[in-house]
Nanobody
């Protein structure tokens, strides 16, 4: 059974940093590209970032490029998202997601598995 368990969310002031983790199990983690998706209050989900199975290359939405860094440790079956220079508009629930068919990263309907999400709140 595929399981994706996010952690590391919380409250942070604007300009601060957080590191999210996603512990994966139930599939061969190192064989799959992985992504992060977020959903802000009252809005639809938004693709944030993706990483190829081997650790690179990496891809980012324009809204987070230059501030967020996605990475993975295939030995630990863990995906990460380092978030720096956080803004209030980054407030959202962040999900680790898996598309078994490895298709278009920004096609949210393609993702077969979603974690339970971790809340990130950026405010002063």
């Amino acid at each position: 059974e595929v399981q994706l368990v996010e952690s590391g969310g919380g409250w942070v002031q604007p300009g601060g940093s957080l590191r999210l983790s996603c512990a994966a199990s139930g599939f061969t983690f190192g064989s799959y590209d992985m992504s992060w998706v977020r959903q802000a209050p009252g809005k639809g989900p938004e693709w944030v970032s993706a990483i190829r199975s081997g650790g690179g290359p990496t891809y980012y939405s324009d809204s987070v490029k230059g501030r967020f860094t996605i990475s993975r440790d295939n030995a630990k079956n863990t995906l990460y998202l380092q978030m720096n220079s956080l803004k209030p508009e980054d407030t959202a629930v962040y999900y680790c997601v898996l598309d078994l068919d490895q298709g278009d990263y920004v096609d949210l309907s393609a993702y077969d598995y979603w974690g339970q999400g971790t809340q990130v709140t950026v405010s002063s």
